[in-house]
C-alpha cells in the first residue's frame, strides 16, 4: 500500500463575494484517504484530499453541506467513499457511488444506511461505470430513490440523447454539460438539453467551468452563456458543485475557489441562488 503526500492544495483565502446562505450544499467534491490506493484503470492520486482538508475549505466558502462523488482513481471500488461518509456523518453529507447492475440489495441497503443517493455514469476516459450499463444501473437504483450522475462531452449529445431520454428516475447532467469545447447558447444540443428538463427527471449542476473553458475566470463567459440559458429556463433544477480538489487539470491551472462560487453572482439571481445552493440540493438529496 503506497503513502501518498499530505495536501498541498490552497485551504483558505480571500472570502468569496457570494454569502452563502444557510445550508449552502456543495454537490460535487471527490476525497482520497490514506490507506486506499488508486486501481487499475483510473489516474493516479498525487496527493491526499482528506474530510479535515475540505472542512477547511467549507469553512473558507462557508458551506455547510457536501455531496461527494467517487473518483475515477478508485473505480469501483467504494470502500474511501463510504469511510469518508462516516466521518462526515449524514446529517450533512450525502454520497454518489460507482454501482454495477450485479449490485445486490443488501449491499445497495447497507449504502444507503451510510448516505449514498446515487451512482456515477462516466463517459469520458478514466470513467469506472460508462453509459453501456447505464439503464440497468438505473433500475437497480431506482427502488431507492437514487439517482444518476451522468457525465459526457455535451458536443457529443446525441450519442447518449435516446438512452438520457429512456432513464426513468432522477438524472444529473454534469458539469454544465461539459461542452469540449464550448458552444454557443443558442446550439441545438443546449436546446436539447432544456427540453431534457422540461421532461421533468433530469437536474443539470453548475460545476468546473474552467475545465471547459477556453476564456477562463473569474468570469468563464463561454460556459457561463451556456450556464446562465440553463438557470433561466429551469431554475429549480440546477445544483451548484466546486469540484474540489480539481484533479481533471494541471497544477499549475488550478482555480480559484472562491471563484467558482462567485460565477453565481453574475449567472443567477439572489432568489435563484437560494434555490441553486439550498433549497434544490434539499429537494434531490434529502437534506
Not at 454569502?19 to 498525487?46: E, N, V
Not at 427527471?201 to 475545465?211: M, Q
Not at 475566470?217 to 466546486?242: C, F, L, N, Q, T
Request: hydrophobic residues 40%.
Amino acid at each position: 500500500m503506497s503513502d501518498l503526500p499530505a495536501n498541498t492544495r490552497p485551504l483558505d483565502g480571500p472570502a468569496p463575494k457570494l454569502k452563502a446562505p444557510p445550508g449552502a450544499t456543495d454537490c460535487h467534491i471527490h476525497l482520497y484517504l490514506p490507506g486506499f490506493d488508486a486501481q487499475p484503470g483510473g489516474p493516479k492520486i498525487p496527493e491526499l484530499a482528506t474530510v479535515e482538508n475540505y472542512r477547511q475549505i467549507q469553512r473558507w466558502l462557508s458551506l455547510e453541506r457536501v455531496v461527494v462523488t467517487q473518483p475515477n482513481a478508485y473505480q469501483r471500488d467504494n470502500r474511501a467513499l463510504l469511510t469518508a461518509l462516516g466521518q462526515l456523518g449524514t446529517d450533512s453529507a450525502r454520497g454518489v457511488a460507482a454501482v454495477t447492475p450485479e449490485i445486490s440489495d443488501s449491499e445497495l441497503r447497507d449504502w444507503h444506511d451510510k448516505g449514498v443517493r446515487g451512482a456515477r455514469i462516466m463517459n469520458l476516459p478514466g470513467g469506472a461505470v460508462a453509459s453501456d450499463q447505464m439503464l440497468e444501473v438505473e433500475q437497480r437504483i431506482r427502488p431507492m430513490g437514487w439517482h444518476l450522475m451522468v457525465q459526457f462531452n455535451g458536443c457529443k449529445l446525441n450519442d447518449y440523447l435516446a438512452d438520457l431520454q429512456r432513464i426513468e428516475g432522477e438524472y444529473i447532467i454534469d458539469h454544465i454539460g461539459k461542452f469540449m469545447p464550448p458552444v454557443s447558447a443558442d446550439d441545438p444540443r443546449v436546446d436539447d438539453i432544456l427540453r431534457l428538463l422540461d421532461r421533468g427527471n433530469a437536474w443539470f449542476k453548475i460545476c468546473a467551468g474552467y475545465e471547459a473553458s477556453r476564456l477562463g475566470g473569474p468570469g468563464y463567459a463561454d460556459v457561463g452563456a451556456i450556464a446562465k440559458r440553463v438557470i433561466g429556463h429551469a431554475p429549480e433544477r440546477i445544483i451548484w458543485g466546486s469540484n474540489w480538489p480539481h484533479v481533471g487539470v494541471p497544477r499549475e491551472q488550478y482555480p480559484d475557489d472562491a471563484e467558482q462560487l462567485d460565477v453565481l453572482l453574475d449567472w443567477a439571481s439572489p432568489e435563484v441562488r437560494q434555490r441553486i445552493l439550498v433549497d434544490n440540493p434539499a429537494t434531490l438529496y434529502g437534506f
